[in-house]
């Protein structure tokens, strides 16, 4: 590799070097310093090199750089190339023996497959590379455009077309030099979400993307940007519904602050427009008593909170992360069916069955998976019985812990009635006092249904050694062999065995 072409340095080391910059960084729940030193990777190197050469100027642009300046290892560096036409740019990526994949070629996109030998071996990267574009709007919503590409573009030109200023950050990889035409560095020290240009106006799904951001940055979005968000209500309803959902799963499985995500939907006007659910939580009175916090939405919005830090603290996979967080925001839904003045106090009798209903019907809207939908829908209708067990510990039998952990997975269980239990303001709540779930969680690991539900012992091929024959009878042993398993008959195969022949012995 040329020296003169590349220098040695990181995206990190670059933007830290911005007159201080990336230090004064310092957003909601983050600890400095804020910027990642992780280096570029030798096949984006070699890349750079290729495209330098050949005439072109590579620029690491959107999330890449926005992640750097809040501290994250960027997981892909996009490159737009400028300068240089798309054969031009093709030509010099096959002479150099890239596999060179044209996903978008017409609008100017490729994937670029680069192996580099290394000390360590070949070190392989698949690197998006694309050319500036203009982007027409000709129709509504959000696919209603015509794109073109265009390799010279000004980078300030590129950059209007996109969503926030944010997200409009270059780094040009041959100098180092860092491209901010539009005030992004400021804007994420300022903790603001803004919009770019008046090109924002012609994405509805733009409007989605704001509270997204908002929920994992911890960022308040610009007054004019919401005003444009408003501006584009009437365009919501072309948007597919898996886009929609798509984007809200991400404020909910990415957000480190869910609740800031979901103001902003309601401030723009989507909660009132897409998700009744939501709204019916919107003025919904609780027991000052048990909630002194306020509304529905309130406590709502505080339980996300909490169910998105619990999942990060324990490190959940990205699918028990979304069920987390997606239980706890419909865990209440219930309770608009169910409130009312009794005898002088405000109750929800039943709003946790209650709440299936309206789920089911969120979570439909969101294309959440049949199988996660289920797992919700469960953790929705039992989120109060980790408390209610724990008040009757010294009598609840163990077949009720093996039951619950049947209908639903009791770690899950657990994080959320946890969220729901410090989701308000009451003084054990303050205090972070729960001793339900980890009484519930220790009950669990005892009775080996903490990470499985229970499985029945007694199989057809014992009731078959036994004698017994398939038929009508064969089910009705086995359904009965697993309700005594459950409370507490047997625990091994030897047990399942003798309460089977006990079983045939009374029978005969």
């Known amino acids: 590799m040329s020296s003169t072409l590349w220098r040695p340095s990181t995206i990190g080391a670059i933007l830290r070097a911005m007159k201080g910059t990336a230090h004064r960084l310092d957003l909601p729940g983050r600890a400095a310093p804020l910027v990642t030193s992780a280096p570029l990777s ?184 919401v005003e444009r968000c408003r501006a584009l209500q009437g365009e919501l309803s072309t948007l597919a519904p898996e886009r929609i959902g798509e984007e809200l799963k991400k404020l909910l499985l990415k957000g480190v602050w869910p609740s800031m995500g979901l103001q902003v939907l309601r401030s723009v ?56 967080v997606l239980a706890a925001l419909c865990h209440d839904f219930g309770k608009p069916a169910t409130t009312e003045l009794s005898d002088g106090r405000i109750r929800s009798r039943d709003h946790e069955s209650q709440g299936e209903g309206p789920t089911r019907t969120f979570c439909a809207r969101l294309g959440i998976a049949t199988d996660d939908v289920e797992v919700v829908v469960g953790l929705v209708r039992d989120h109060l019985k980790p408390f209610m067990l724990w008040k009757e510990r010294d009598t609840i039998s163990d077949a009720a812990i093996r039951r619950l952990a049947l209908r639903v997975p009791v770690p899950l269980l657990c994080r959320v009635a946890t969220a729901d239990h410090f989701g308000r303001t009451t003084p054990d709540a303050l205090r972070r006092d729960d001793p339900a779930g980890p009484w519930l969680m220790q009950k669990a690991r005892d009775l080996a249904v903490a990470d499985t539900a229970p499985k029945p012992i007694l199989q057809g091929r014992d009731l078959q050694a036994c004698g017994l024959s398939p038929g009508k009878a064969f089910g009705v042993v086995l359904k009965d062999a697993f309700e005594a398993q459950l409370d507490g008959a047997f625990a091994d195969h030897a047990g399942a065995l003798t309460w089977l022949r006990t079983r045939i012995g009374g029978a005969t």
């Open 42 to 225: 030798a096949p984006l190197a070699h890349l750079v090199d290729i495209i330098v050469t050949a005439g072109g100027r590579p620029i690491a642009v959107g999330g890449a750089i926005r992640d750097s300046l809040l501290g994250h290892t960027p997981k892909d560096v996009d490159v737009e190339v400028y300068g240089l036409p798309l054969e031009a740019l093709e030509a010099a990526l096959g002479a150099a023996g890239f596999a060179v994949h044209a996903v978008g070629r017409s609008f100017g996109v490729l994937k670029v497959d680069v192996v580099v030998a290394t000390d360590d071996g070949d070190e392989r990267e698949v690197i998006d590379v694309a050319l500036p574009r203009i982007e027409s709007k000709v129709g509504r919503g959000h696919k209603g455009f015509v794109v073109q590409s265009d390799p010279f573009m000004a980078f300030d030109t590129a950059a209007a077309r996109r969503d926030f200023t944010i997200n409009a950050i270059g780094v040009d990889l041959q100098t180092g030099e860092v491209l901010d035409p539009w005030g992004g560095v400021a804007d994420l020290e300022r903790g603001v979400l803004r919009h770019v240009s008046d090109a924002f106006d012609e994405d509805p799904l733009r409007v989605l993307r704001a509270a997204q951001f908002a929920a994992r940055f911890a960022l308040v979005v610009d007054d004019d940007t």
């Open 269 to 324: 006007g989507v909660v009132e427009a897409l998700f009744p659910e939501l709204k019916a939580l919107m003025g919904c009175p609780q027991e000052p008593e048990w909630h002194p916090e306020g509304d529905v939405w309130v406590h709502t919005l505080m339980v996300v909170d909490e169910a998105a830090r619990q999942a990060r603290v324990d490190g959940l996979s990205a699918r028990e992360h979304l069920l987390t």
